[in-house]
């Protein structure tokens, strides 16, 4: 089992920051790739970014590249999203989420999910 908190939400204006992190306890974190998705009200959940587990290669959706960089710090388990840049479209909870076997895009090869943190942009 993994564990996951994410923290870090808030509510910023239009182009500001915001850094996001996600906790993990319980199995080596250094074995899982670790991704962030976003569901807005009434959509789909999304993927966001992946990191992976060894050489830390990274990973985005075309609608983030260039504005959010994920990064991973094994010694303190925790993963971070750093969102610059922001736009009211990239309101959303945002989740982690802890992969076994590979880096993906698809959330339904996430074996672990943390609770979300909301992530309000105000235009």
């Known amino acids: 089992q993994v564990q996951l908190v994410e923290s870090g939400g808030g509510l910023v204006q239009a182009g500001g920051s915001l850094r996001l992190s996600c906790a993990a306890s319980?199995?080596?974190?250094?074995?899982?790739?670790m991704g962030w998705f976003r569901q807005a009200p009434g959509k789909e959940r999304e993927f966001v970014a992946v990191i992976s587990t060894s050489d830390g290669s990274t990973y985005y959706a075309n609608s983030v590249k260039g504005r959010f960089a994920i990064s991973r710090d094994n010694a303190k388990n925790t993963v971070y999203l750093q969102m610059n840049s922001l736009k009211p479209e990239d309101t959303a909870v945002y989740y982690c989420?802890?992969?076994?076997?590979?880096?993906?895009?698809?959330?339904?090869?996430?074996?672990?999910w943390g609770q979300g943190t909301q992530v309000t942009v105000s235009s």
């Open positions: 319980g199995r080596t974190f250094s074995n899982y790739a």
């Open positions: 989420a802890a992969n076994a076997r590979d880096v993906s895009s698809r959330w339904g090869e996430y074996d672990y």
